[in-house]
């Protein structure tokens, strides 16, 4: 391929399909690649479409995109080994079009994004994994090469939207290895169900959807969460822990899940299901300051290879979406001014991924993975006391309720005593505020 | 939730998924045997969410067929660093039907 490119895109994953699309559309020459046998098939995620960020770069997709479920309900469950104390939030608000959050099955969502990226005039080439980055003497990047004959290929700028490994940036040198505290190892199965036996379990009618998050001992006392989203006639069940915490204990992630499953609130929801896949992936939760240099000499990263990830509100495709949106604006007014893709001009990447809810809301909550892993008895020892809690005021057994909340408030101070419980809420609404 | 419950052969579910096999070329390697026969914590013999890495006298033994390309292990190696890590070669390797 001799051809010069105005821009390579590595990846077809949200963040890289949000790019090329983009840039696509304003008329330059751009090349994605991709290394699986389609687009999609290296990707997974919960998965949670949120629409705002790609109403903004196709308005209509609601029309033609592969959506599953719309969210009209969130729980929110804290559990301990054989109950949960449990947050319901339903709303009619939620069941209204223009729909707010969908589930998605990513194969099938990443193909249609990727055919509208083809639409808007991309080259997209497939089964083709980028090796590394050219660059010249000064350092700029001017292209990549890939694992074909004559494999390279050159272009003004490559955007790397490579996923959270991102071998390329890695090698060169634009990113550390990952820190094991920065990163959730989830793992995750799909079980397909008749639809109406999917609607009768969660009370739910056709296309409306519910999700599950979980938290307490599920996670054996590691940062992490378990979920549950309901697809049009399939069942997502996972959980994910902070790599540092996995490292420490001696449970294998699929035991994990196989434990999360069989758990008497969760194991009624699959019954029957069929299981159709098992899958892993790692999710950059380092939040704020773990993200590295995005910019350069000839590159951008953007998605999940620039750890953008809200960990707290489980936001992530969202953010890959804008920030390959915004990577592409950038690039796109760069040129049309006629500025070089160096260094210095592409800054203005960072400084509208500033001005956005993007790094507002990572920096927001900047301090919390620190926080959490430092205080594992958020997720131990106090789901087991609000178990226990509510077990005990509601067992009727001869005994009035002041002493039973007397029991409790004994059993709180006797775990955490008088000024770790001051200071476990104070640290919370430190981390939230 | 009993852990002694629940048994699971993480085989069963990688049964359920699409591969293609790049025959005679692993992607993932590791670096220096020797290190792992001396590795205290062997933490890739419990993390690997495809149960890859399997533990017994001596080296660590590596088989990488069933491989999710999660990165887990060469994240975790962080003191021996001693996995090459690779994506597979274009088209091969896990291929996701849902994802």
Redesign the interface.
Known sequence: MSEKFDVIVVGAGASGNAAAYTLARSGLKVLQIERGESPGAKNVQGAILYSDALERIIPDFREEAPLERHIIEQRMWVMDERSYVGTHFRSDDFNKPPYNRYTIIRARFDKWFSDKVKEAGALVICETTVKELLRDDAGKVIGVEVDRTDGRIYANLVILADGVNSTLARKAGFRPELDPRHVALAVKEIHFLPKDVIESRFNIQDEEGVVIEMMGKITHGMMGTGFLYTNSDSISVGVGCLLSDFMAQKITPYQLLEQLKAHSSVAPMLEGGEMKEYAAHLIPEGGYHAIPQIYGDGWMIVGDSGMFVNAVHREGSNLAMTTGRIAAETVIELNREGKAMSAANLARYRARLDDSFVMKDLKKYKDLPEIFDANKQFLTTYPSLLNRSAYDMLKVDGEDKRSKQKDIYRGFRAERGLMGLLGDAYKLWRAFR | ???K????K?ED??Y??RY?VDAGRPHIQIKDEAVCARCA?R?CT??????CYEDGEGPVVLTTDGC?????C???C?THRNVE???????Y???????
């Open positions: 939730m009993n852990a419950a629940v048994s699971i993480v579910k990688l359920q998924n293609l914590t933490q419990v993390c690997c969410p495809a149960g999710l390309e999660c990165g887990t060469r994240v975790i962080t890590w690779e994506y597979p070669r274009g088209g390797g896990i291929q996701f039907k849902f994802g």
